[in-house]
């Protein structure tokens, strides 16, 4: 091989070292937990663009949302952080915030105005220490019911309003041999389906001060026994397969007919437009049945991990100005079956259920948050998921022991 001179060598160097860096400062290592059909295809709204305005996207995908946020802290931890990671905004994040492992993106905020284009409630929750640590890009319902037209027609059944018409509806589609819950059994989605249960029974105050005090007197309450008792009524109307399955495969069971609901957030709605299907016709989308309006609330957003050094700045500050972009709100948005963050945005291209989710928006006393990631500290939220999860699986809790270790479980992780 020719021998370069020392300086030859140094200059070569430094040439590609001044534009590795320059590719550097442009690349961004995406981690998250979009892996659905629907999800991916929402990214890659943000990806095209990211990359349009010169970006490197090197993405990393993680299936299931708690192995994804355990990877992307572990790795912030372990010295080696993903720039950019998905969460969502709320208590879990102001945790990591707490531990020093975040970067803020305030310049490219005050640059863009968020403050005025994001509802109080984001602004509130996206900011730590006066700074925006991560980018909200959406607004997700997890109180959505989703049901196949054709199998409630062919059953004779309406829609139902309360949980009574529900139990009532599901007993009829079970006896005509329809499943009449597609469910996910995994802890999040059975805490997904409780929590709709709880507002629904409780009503908006219930579920806004039980989860916003964790006050003894509300878990003990004869409110509380009563979702509980509710809560077990739904035990059998899911399938002996529905431990361990993917939420999207319960969504395509309501598609294909194979069950008649599925009560989960309105990301099952980006599966069904990702079927090709007008969300509302032959899938209709209705709130879960309540005693009043409300809608709990999970936003997704990018936070920016801390790094050595400013090399990953530019990246990080460029994929939060794209994620809040006009343009990409609505592309990403329309395909992830969520509604924008952003309040200037134009929504008449949006399907009838987002349009039902804005209309309900405007009055703030719909306005709930998530158990997830948004509302509570992250110890309390696994303690919720946990101890649902054991009173939906066990063959002989009772609804009081139910309520009991519920209780119990929250005021130990309080
Ligand atoms: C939630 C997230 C949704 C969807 C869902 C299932 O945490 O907010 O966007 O990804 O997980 O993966």
């Known amino acids: 091989?020719?021998?370069?001179?020392?300086?030859?060598?140094?200059?070569?160097?430094?040439?590609?070292?001044?534009?590795?860096?320059?590719?550097?400062?442009?690349?961004?290592?995406?981690?998250?937990?979009?892996?659905?059909?629907?999800?991916?295809?929402?990214?890659?709204?943000?990806?095209?663009a990211f990359e349009a305005k010169g970006g490197t996207w090197v993405d990393t995908p993680i299936a299931g949302g708690s192995n994804a946020r355990a990877a992307a802290v572990n790795r912030m931890l372990g010295g080696d952080p993903a720039a950019v990671f998905q969460f969502s905004i709320g208590q879990q994040l102001r945790e990591l915030a707490d531990q020093g492992l975040l970067a803020n993106v305030g310049k490219v905020a005050d640059e863009e105005n968020w403050d005025e284009k994001l509802p109080p409630l984001i602004v509130k929750a996206a900011k730590y220490d006066g700074n925006y640590i991560a980018a909200p890009i959406n607004i997700h319902g997890e109180n959505w019911m989703f049901y196949n037209k054709a199998v409630l027609e062919d059953a004779g059944i309406d829609v139902p309003t309360s949980w009574d018409d529900f139990i009532a509806a599901a007993e009829k589609l079970k006896a005509a041999g329809v499943t009449p819950i597609g469910l996910g059994g995994q802890p999040w989605q059975e805490r997904i389906m409780f929590n709709s249960v709880l507002l629904g029974v409780g009503g908006r105050e219930f579920y806004a001060d039980l989860y916003s005090t964790l006050d003894d007197d509300l878990l003990e309450s004869d409110t509380m026994h009563q979702v509980f008792e509710t809560f077990a009524a739904l035990k059998p109307f899911v399938d002996e397969s529905s431990p361990g399955r993917n939420w999207n495969e319960a969504t395509n069971m309501v598609i294909k007919g194979d069950a008649a609901f599925q009560f989960m957030g309105d990301w099952a709605k980006g599966e069904i437009i990702a079927a090709g299907i007008e969300p509302g016709t032959t899938v209709g989308c209705a709130f879960a049945p309540a005693v009043d309006t409300a809608y709990i609330m999970t936003v997704d957003a990018f936070a920016f991990s801390a790094m050595d050094g400013e090399d990953a700045t530019p990246a990080q500050e460029k994929m939060a100005q794209v994620m809040l972009e006009p343009d990409v709100q609505i592309a990403f948005n329309m395909k992830k079956g969520s509604i924008p963050a952003r309040l200037d945005v134009p929504s008449d291209s949006f399907d009838s259920c987002a349009q039902t989710a804005i209309k309900t928006l405007q009055d703030k006393k719909t306005h709930l948050v998530s158990t997830g990631l948004f509302g509570v500290p992250s110890a309390v939220s696994g303690a919720i998921d946990d101890s649902i999860s054991n009173f939906w699986n066990s063959a002989d809790m009772s609804p009081k022991e139910g309520q009991e270790q519920f209780h119990e479980a929250i005021s130990y992780a309080k």
């Open 1 to 48: 091989m020719k021998k370069f001179s020392t300086a030859a060598a140094c200059a070569a160097f430094l040439s590609v070292g001044v534009s590795a860096g320059a590719i550097h400062a442009q690349t961004a290592e995406v981690l998250h937990w979009w892996t659905s059909g629907s999800e991916q295809a929402a990214l890659a709204e943000v990806r095209k």
